[in-house]
Nanobody, 127 residues
Framework: QVQLVESGGGSVQTGGSLRLSCAASGSTLAYYAIGWFRQAPGKEREWITSIIKSNGAAYYADSVRGRFTVSRDNVGKTVLLQMDRLTPEDTAIYYC????????????????????WGQGTQVTVSS
């Protein structure tokens, strides 16, 4: 089993920054990637970024590219999401999720690509 715990959410004004953390525990040796999603009220869950464990390759949705940066520690048990130049449109619950094993997918972007999910952390950006 795998457990994912997000932290670092909070409230910030437009233009500010936050850094989210995703801590993975349990059977984490053989995972393929960790991704971040967000869900705003009344909207579907949206993929924003993924980082591949083996080589650290990172992929971003257009909505966050250039503002958000994903990184991982050397053992891949902590993944950070640095969010800069935040706007009210970034307000959402942010979730990290894990693709376990070898999924045969280069860039997992769909919710169904992911096997484990954290509980989420709220990010609120005020104007």
């Amino acid at each position: 089993q795998v457990q994912l715990v997000e932290s670092g959410g909070g409230s910030v004004q437009t233009g500010g920054s936050l850094r989210l953390s995703c801590a993975a525990s349990g059977s984490t040796l053989a995972y393929y990637a960790i991704g971040w999603f967000r869900q705003a009220p009344g909207k579907e869950r949206e993929w924003i970024t993924s980082i591949i464990k083996s080589n650290g390759a990172a992929y971003y949705a257009d909505s966050v590219r250039g503002r958000f940066t994903v990184s991982r520690d050397n053992v891949g048990k902590t993944v950070l999401l640095q969010m800069d130049r935040l706007t009210p449109e970034d307000t959402a619950i942010y979730y990290c999720a894990m693709v376990w094993g070898n999924p045969g997918i280069v860039v997992p972007m769909l919710t169904e690509d992911y096997d484990y999910w954290g509980q989420g952390t709220q990010v609120t950006v005020s104007s």
